[in-house]
């Protein structure tokens, strides 16, 4: 059974971090890559960042890139988002997903399957 669980989720000021952890079963990081994406309150879900291992590939949406870090360890079937200087409009539901490709460009592409998601909540 494929499980995607993620965690790492809270409350923070701005300018503070956080770290999510998406831990996989039933598939390797090898396997698929990893998205992380957000859906603010009465907003679409965004693409935030993805790693594939396979093709040693990572992806930072503009509104992240220099703050969020994404890392991943195959032997733990773990990956991390590591989220610095958080900004209110960074609130949001986190969720990570299995996704067959991760571009540089796109980023994450053909999602296959879905964490339940962790709330981020940024007060100003």
């Known amino acids: 059974e494929v499980q995607l669980v993620e965690s790492g989720g809270g409350l923070v000021q701005a300018g503070g971090s956080l770290r999510l952890s998406c831990t996989v079963s039933?598939?390797?990081?090898?396997?698929?890559?990893i998205g992380w994406y957000r859906q603010a309150p009465g907003k679409e879900r965004e693409a935030v960042s993805c790693?594939?291992?396979?093709?040693?590939?990572?992806f930072y949406a503009d509104s992240v890139k220099g703050r969020f870090t994404i890392s991943s360890d195959g032997a733990k079937n773990t990956v991390w988002l590591q989220m610095s200087s958080l900004k209110p409009e960074d609130t949001g539901v986190y969720y990570c997903?299995?996704?067959?490709?991760?571009?540089?460009?796109?980023?994450?592409?053909?999602?296959?399957?879905w964490g339940q998601g962790t709330q981020v909540a940024v007060s100003s």
């Open positions: 039933g598939f390797t990081l090898d396997e698929f890559g």
């Open positions: 790693v594939a291992m396979s093709h040693s590939m990572e």
């Open positions: 997903a299995a996704v067959r490709l991760c571009t540089i460009i796109r980023g994450p592409r053909f999602t296959e399957y």
